[in-house]
């Protein structure tokens, strides 16, 4: 008789993670306009031309309706270095813009935690930079377990 190994079973984390149901990467580069996954850097950089860029519509979209939120994951495109010195991250909240975390040097990747918002608008304010910020990602969401249904 074969001896089958037992099924793993998802930590807690894990399931903390898969009940907040939503999560959002944007990722938008060269690479979108060269139709890959991971460029090897010999692609010309005048392929990379937005005409109509909408980021704001992006945002939106994902935040279809109100959910729950209480991190925040920033990346840099360190390959440029690191430019970002101060920003703040804000939550739309009963018609005004609320703070939710202001932080320092964000680099290659930086997570904030934060009290849980529920709301359907997040912004990132970039408040003071050694140069023009190369923004690599921003993802935001609900670990404590609130999600978009709860």
């Known amino acids: 008789m074969k001896h089958e190994p037992p099924l793993a079973k998802p930590t807690e984390q894990q399931l903390r993670w898969q009940d907040m149901e939503l999560g959002m990467f944007c990722h938008f580069g060269i690479n979108t306009f060269c139709d890959q996954e991971w460029g090897d850097g010999s692609d010309s950089p005048e392929r990379f031309h937005p005409t109509a860029l909408d980021a704001v519509q992006w945002i939106r979209t994902a935040l279809d309706e109100p ?3 209480d991190h ?3 990346m840099e495109d360190i390959r440029y270095g690191e430019r970002i010195r101060e920003y703040s ?12 975390v202001r932080g320092s040097a ?3 990747k930086k997570i904030d935690r934060f009290a849980p918002v529920r ?4 912004r990132l304010n970039v408040l003071d930079s050694a ?4 923004i690599r990602s921003m993802s935001v969401y609900c670990v404590s377990g609130g999600g978009r249904n709860k």
């Open 89 to 100: 991250l804000e939550a739309m909240l009963d018609g005004q813009w609320v703070e939710l």
């Open 67 to 69: 959910m729950e939120l």
């Open 72 to 74: 925040a994951v920033l």
């Open 119 to 122: 709301t359907d608008r997040i």
């Open 106 to 108: 964000v680099g290659h």
């Open 131 to 134: 140069a023009v910020p190369k």
